[in-house]
Nanobody, 125 residues
Framework: VQLQASGGGLVQAGGSLRLSCAAS????????MGWFRQAPGKEREFVAA????????AYADSVKGRFTISRDNAENTVTLRMNSLKLEDTAVYYC???????????????????WGQGTLVTVSS
């Protein structure tokens, strides 16, 4: 499956952004999806995940209540809505996909075989 992330940009603290990840190549609904981010000098970290099909969700504690992950299986897209952005949310954001037979949210980068190219989110003061 091929993934194309978009929607990053420069936003002031407290603002909002919406990231999108378009998938192609396979049956999208069979894939668990995730968003991760990587700030300069730091390891890639989990942000949010959504399971295949019914769309159970999971979030990192640092974004819970501010970010929302959703999927549209008809459009083959997964979206990350980010509200109340903070300076520490600045990072390159990556979407990831993994075929699963069960309904599960995957929270580790090693759980995913497919990655998008990343989109930069910069939060300014």
């Amino acid at each position: 499956v091929q993934l194309q992330a978009s929607g990053g940009g420069l936003v002031q603290a407290g603002g909002s952004l919406r990231l999108s990840c378009a998938a192609s190549g396979r049956t999208f609904s069979n894939y668990a999806m995730g968003w991760f981010r990587q700030a300069p000098g730091k390891e890639r970290e989990f942000v949010a995940a959504i399971s295949r099909s019914v769309g159970s969700t999971a979030y990192a504690d640092s974004v819970k209540g501010r970010f929302t992950i959703s999927r549209d299986n008809a459009e083959n897209t997964v979206t990350l809505r980010m509200n109340s952005l903070k300076l520490e949310d600045t990072a390159v954001y990556y979407c990831a996909a993994q075929y699963t037979r069960i309904v599960a949210t995957l929270r580790s980068p090693v759980d995913y075989d497919y990655w998008g190219q990343g989109t930069l989110v910069t939060v300014s003061s």
